[in-house]
């Protein structure tokens, strides 16, 4: 058997993997839940990626957005996945987002580094705009849950600089 002797933590993961790796995040998540309660939170730590195999790339982060006497609102962002067979890290990669209610339409902003604007595909269903890219060498899939009913036809789009930008009147 490989490696029976790595540390693993009380649910069994590698601490050295990625296992442990999302098991820390999801550690900082449970943690962001208690934000609004206890007025902060204050983490420390390293993580070692020496062990990831050559040519291995994964991207993995999160947002922490709180309104006024809102709850914290975790949002993850790239490519790894958590399965129940544990992490894997998938070809595409999940935008980080911004969907911003404003006066008479919705903001959305989508961070797609790397990709062409020719690339970029949106689909507009009801409630539910889903945004993909397939570029040379990264591909992006993101679907967004709108906090309100919108006019499909009057979504405008632009993309500068790895930023796109989606406008829908409400």
């Not at 550690?27 to 609004?36: C, F, R, T, W």
Request: hydrophobic share 35%; glycine share 12%; charged share 40%.
């Amino acid at each position: 058997m490989e490696n029976d002797n790595k540390k693993k933590d009380e649910a069994g993961f590698d601490l050295f993997g990625l296992g442990g790796l999302l098991k820390g995040i999801e550690k900082l998540v449970d943690a962001a839940g208690k934000l609004e309660k206890e007025g902060g939170i204050e983490k420390e730590g390293e993580i070692n990626l020496d062990h990831l195999k050559k040519g291995m790339k994964g991207v993995y982060g999160l947002t922490i957005k709180t309104a006024l006497g809102g709850e914290p609102k975790v949002e993850t962002f790239g490519n790894i996945k958590k399965t129940p067979d544990g992490p894997v890290v998938d070809d595409e990669r999940e935008p980080m987002t911004d969907v911003f209610d404003e006066k008479e339409e919705l903001l959305i902003i989508a961070e797609m580094p790397g990709i062409e604007e020719n690339d970029i595909k949106i689909d507009l269903k009801e409630d539910i705009i889903e945004i993909s890219a397939i570029g040379k060498n990264r591909k992006y899939r993101k679907e967004v849950l709108l906090p309100c009913k919108v006019i499909s036809t009057s979504l405008k789009s632009k993309y500068n600089n790895g930023i796109l930008e989606i406008k829908i009147k409400k």
